[in-house]
Structures are given as structure tokens and as C-alpha cells.
């Protein structure tokens, strides 16, 4: 048993370890622009948090892209800069925000204290 911990110890983070924020399970259209290539994708929100979201979509964009995100639910949008951080092929992506608007950010808070508070 000692060995295994130990060999567990030796492991680097993985994405699931460094995540700082809280995810909840929520849905919302997703739009992206890759800003280098101009490349567009869109799917839709499979969990949500302030640090991110998961992207369920057919045609991710590739691992550290740099991306523009809008993110639209009931006439309600949010709008951010943002970078893939997983890619599961054929499933979606994982994308940390970077850069949420000032008034977007608002919106983002109030969706999570809706999912919070339906908990």
C-alpha cells in the first residue's frame, strides 16, 4: 500500500488537481473564435464555473489555442478571452477564461448563484 501513495506522490498535477473554482453542472450556447487562425467553432456548456467551462462540441479547437467565447443562455451573454485546456476529441474541450468583461462577469456570477441556490 505505501508503494502505491508513493507512486501516486510522484505524479504531477493533473487539470483536475490545479482547478481553482467550483464547477456546476449548466448548459448554454458557446461560440469561439480561435484568434490566431480565425477558426470558429460552437457547442454548448456541460459545466460552468468562474475560473471556466467544459464545451461539448464535434470540432474542438486544439490545446492552448487563444480564444474569444461568447457564451449566450436566455438572451443573456457573457463574453470573454479564454484558452483551451483539454481537448477530448470527438467530445469537447475545457477552457480557462482569462479575461472576462466587466459586465459579463456580473452575468457569470449571477448564473452560478442560480445553479447554487437550485442545488
Same mark, same amino acid.
Given at each position: 500500500m505505501d508503494e502505491h501513495l508513493s507512486k501516486g506522490a510522484s505524479r504531477g498535477l493533473s487539470v483536475r488537481d490545479r482547478r481553482y473554482a467550483i464547477?456546476? !453542472?449548466?448548459?448554454? /450556447?458557446?461560440?469561439?473564435? /480561435?484568434?490566431?487562425?480565425?477558426?470558429q467553432t460552437d457547442g454548448v456548456t456541460? /459545466?460552468?464555473?468562474?475560473? %471556466?467551462?467544459? $464545451?461539448?462540441?464535434?470540432? !474542438?479547437?486544439?490545446?492552448?489555442?487563444? $480564444?474569444? @467565447?461568447?457564451?449566450?443562455?436566455?438572451d443573456q451573454r457573457v463574453e470573454a478571452l479564454? $484558452? @483551451?485546456? @483539454? *481537448?477530448?476529441?470527438?467530445? %469537447?474541450?475545457? $477552457?480557462?477564461?482569462? /479575461? *472576462?468583461?466587466?459586465?459579463?462577469y456580473a452575468v457569470l456570477e449571477r448564473w452560478i448563484d442560480q445553479v447554487r441556490r437550485a442545488r
Open positions: 464547477r456546476f !453542472p449548466f448548459a448554454a /450556447d458557446a461560440a469561439f473564435i /480561435d484568434l490566431e487562425t480565425g477558426k456541460s /459545466d460552468i464555473s468562474l475560473g %471556466g467551462c467544459f $464545451v461539448c462540441t464535434s470540432k !474542438p479547437l486544439g490545446i492552448k489555442s487563444r $480564444v474569444r @467565447v461568447t457564451l449566450t443562455r436566455k479564454a $484558452v @483551451v485546456r @483539454v *481537448v477530448k476529441p470527438r467530445i %469537447g474541450m475545457g $477552457v480557462e477564461f482569462l /479575461d *472576462v468583461e466587466q459586465a459579463s
